[in-house]
Nanobody
């Protein structure tokens, strides 16, 4: 059974850091494009970052470039999103997704997690 389980969200002050984790089961993250999306209230779900399958090419949205880092631990079948210098506009539900190739479009991904809430506020 394919499953993605995110964790690591929470409340953090502006300028703080969080690390999100996404544990996969039922498939291997090493040959799968793994991405993080986020959705704020009243907004569409948008791509944040992606790491491609078979190699370690990474992609970031302009709004998080230089602050967020995506990585993958194949032994743990887990993908991470290290989020630094967080801003209030980063507040959203963050979703992990898996697909054939990195894409900013949600319909390109076959697998989705349930999401984890990240709130950046003083």
């Amino acid at each position: 059974q394919v499953q993605l389980v995110e964790s690591g969200g929470g409340l953090v002050q502006p300028g703080g850091s969080l690390r999100l984790s996404c544990v996969a089961s039922g498939f291997g993250v090493d040959y799968t494009a793994m991405a993080w999306f986020r959705q704020a209230p009243g907004k569409e779900r948008g791509g944040v970052s992606c790491i491609s399958g078979r190699n370690d090419n990474t992609y970031y949205s302009e709004s998080v470039k230089g602050r967020f880092i995506i990585s993958r631990d194949n032994a743990k079948n887990t993908v991470y999103l290290q989020m630094n210098n967080l801003k209030p506009e980063d507040t959203a539900v963050y979703y992990c997704a898996g697909g054939d190739q990195c894409s900013p479009h949600t319909h390109q991904y076959n697998y989705w997690g349930q999401g984890t809430q990240v709130t950046v506020s003083s």
